[in-house]
């Protein structure tokens, strides 16, 4: 089983043409309505692909959340570590998307208010878990579920887009930090791939990885910088593009597949979800996975 302790959200997605910033009146292409969340939609790819998977994370007691665990239920994630809070409304997400280039832009609460007090976390429900991944929303189960996952020698893999306090306390239980290229940067106050690599290697207790979207990415298993495979697509929209990675990775190493190959794998999966709009209609199952990866490297061979 697969375990992720973060995020839930329910995502309005609005594409257009170009992103304006001025007062009036404007019109969208298309709009819709979809679970998010970088924990919850990387549940729902591992899933998809064939694992068992489980969700800790926050919802409202609205309609929102309602919408929230209906959407992770139709993807057989389990549910059971998700906690609906009272009194609180759901973290809602505004994306705009880009039609021409499938660049998007977010509009969210800086601090969900579902997040604001401390709950702790119920450490027997992670029984059975093989991998877990965390994100920074839900703090202090992070640290609670880091320290347990260390104690039974089971992988962490980190899924980081912002410093936020106390992110300092999870850097050296993590296996395996996947970040993107921005927050990297921001991160290490480097410019080079190399420094910025070897500059997050010393933070945490394993193997650092950066992505950067259709330019590909960069890992450092050992002294060497790397570089893992790059699947191009039209993209019609990278909303959830990188909750696809981290939760392809997570479901390829817990059936013990060597590091290079979860990344390529999870390269694959994250292209394929760019070809719809929205985090998760563009998620693939293993044989679609399968029959795109086989094509390109048949391609590619040709």
């Known amino acids: 089983m697969i375990s992720a302790i973060g995020i839930s959200t329910i995502d309005h997605l609005m594409v257009v043409e170009n992103f304006i910033n ?3 009146t404007f019109y969208s292409e298309s709009y819709s309505i979809e679970g998010g969340g970088m ?3 990387a549940m729902c790819a591992a899933s998809k692909l064939g694992s068992k998977t489980k969700l800790f994370s926050r919802i409202g007691d609205d309609v929102n959340g309602q919408f929230i665990l209906k959407g992770l239920t139709d993807f057989k994630v389990d549910t059971t570590g998700t906690v609906t809070v009272k009194n609180a409304r759901s973290f809602t997400t505004l994306i705009f998307i880009e039609s021409k280039s499938g660049e998007k832009q ?8 579902v997040f604001e007090k401390t709950l702790k976390l119920n450490i027997d429900l992670l029984k059975g878990t093989k991998v877990l991944l965390i994100d920074s929303f839900w703090m202090e189960a992070a640290q609670e579920a880091v320290l347990w996952a260390s104690q039974n020698n089971i992988p962490i893999v980190a899924d980081f887009n912002e410093y936020v306090t106390g992110i300092d306390k999870l850097f050296p239980y993590v296996n395996y930090l996947i970040v993107p290229s921005f927050f990297a940067i921001s991160l290490t106050q480097k410019n080079t791939i190399s420094d910025i690599l070897h500059s997050l290697k010393k933070m945490i207790n394993g193997i650092p990885v950066v992505t950067d979207g259709s330019k590909g990415g960069a890992y450092l298993p050992g002294d060497k910088v790397r570089n893992y495979k790059v699947y191009n697509v039209p993209c019609n929209d990278s909303t959830g593009a990188g909750d696809a990675f981290h939760g392809a990775f997570c479901h390829f190493l817990s059936l013990n597949y060597p ?24 998620l693939p199952d293993n044989n679609l996975l399968m029959s795109f990866v086989n094509k390109s490297l048949l391609n590619n061979t040709g």
Do not use: H, Y
Request: hydrophobic share 40%.
């Open 106 to 113: 977010f509009w969210c609460e800086k601090k969900p208010v």
């Open 22 to 24: 001025k007062e009036g």
């Open 259 to 282: 590091l290079e190959r979860c990344l390529d794998m999870a390269s694959a999966v994250g292209a394929l979800n760019c070809q719809a709009i929205g985090g998760r209609k563009g």
């Open 39 to 41: 924990a919850a939609t």
